[in-house]
């Protein structure tokens, strides 16, 4: 949808509000939600409509949670059905739960391929609903204090098997995103970006969350270093303290991500996507979704 056509469908829904009309002209990017927001109860086919009336316009939806990895042909069409009806896109596809229990460092060959396979599914899925990206939480490096793969290991595994998803991804034109999480791998923007450069592949990029980096780094240092590589953002705040194991994940506009610097930062190297907010579901805040949506708005407006 032109920027243009979509300016004038939303007047023609209704008043823009001024902070949202800032932020769509502030710089080209989309809004969008994570598809936690909604509790475990509510079935798929209802977010669509609720994310669009509260002011987005994608989604990031699970494979395992929301769309099984055994999805028929025609589940994934009502799915897709139901986001084209209500003009909302298909963001980005999470592997999710299947590479949880199938990690790409596991000692197991077995349990690799597995992984693989999960990932050359997610990538099909995601052909099928139109939607250009698959999210990876490759692997984790252990379980609290007790550590199961070192990391070199881990490194040399996670890159051979993530090779061999490759193939897929570039047939279907689907990037592969791995993300920056609390796994104990990847923890640098240096680490980062040296791990997707060795693939040397426009089909392996970067899933960048904000708030996951904010207890050993800076969100707006991470984004000038990884520049063109990241091609999906996940929006989270965090509040430091003085010793960092108390830190938590809260509110957007409540942290401390410096969101102005965040924005000149996604300006600078020219990211122009999604912005999707990942936030639990909080049953305390029956306007949440909408709540995200103006947060999103002040945040964007800062660009």
């Not at 042909?73 to 909302?88: F, L, S, W």
């Amino acid at each position: 949808m032109k920027r243009r056509d979509f300016l004038c469908g939303l007047g023609a829904a209704g008043t823009i509000s001024a902070v949202t009309a800032t932020a769509m002209q502030s710089a080209s990017f989309t809004k969008s939600i994570c598809s936690v927001v909604f509790p475990d109860t509510q079935p798929v086919l209802e977010y669509f409509g609720l994310v669009r009336n509260a002011g987005f316009h994608g989604i990031e939806l699970r494979v395992g949670r929301d769309i099984p990895l055994s999805a028929s042909p025609e589940d994934v069409r009502r799915i897709r059905d139901a986001a084209h009806k209500a003009d909302i896109a298909v963001a980005s596809l999470w592997v999710g739960d299947p590479l949880q229990k199938n990690p790409l460092n596991s000692p197991s060959q077995e349990v690799r391929t597995k992984g693989v396979m999960a990932i050359q599914r997610t990538v099909e899925l995601a052909n099928q609903l139109g939607c250009s990206a698959v999210l990876l939480y490759p692997c984790r490096l252990g379980n609290g204090p007790k550590m199961e793969v070192g990391y070199e290991t881990t490194w040399q595994r996670v890159t051979r098997e993530l090779k061999k998803a490759v193939p897929a991804a570039q047939k279907a034109k689907v990037i592969l995103t791995p993300e920056n999480v609390w796994n104990k791998f990847l923890v640098s923007p240096l680490e980062m970006r040296t791990f997707l450069d060795q693939f040397h592949s426009p089909w392996v990029q970067s899933h960048f969350d904000i708030g996951n980096v904010m207890q050993f780094g800076y969100p707006q240092d991470w984004i000038l270093t990884l520049g063109h590589r990241i091609k999906r953002v996940h929006v989270k705040d965090y509040k430091l303290s003085t010793r960092a194991e108390q830190g938590r994940f809260v509110k957007l506009l409540e942290g401390d991500v410096d969101w102005k610097a965040v924005m000149a930062a996604l300006t600078k190297v020219g990211y122009r996507g999604y912005l999707s907010p990942e936030i639990s579901h909080d049953p305390k805040e029956p306007d949440q979704l909408k709540n995200i949506s103006k947060q999103l708005d002040q945040i964007i407006s800062m660009a």
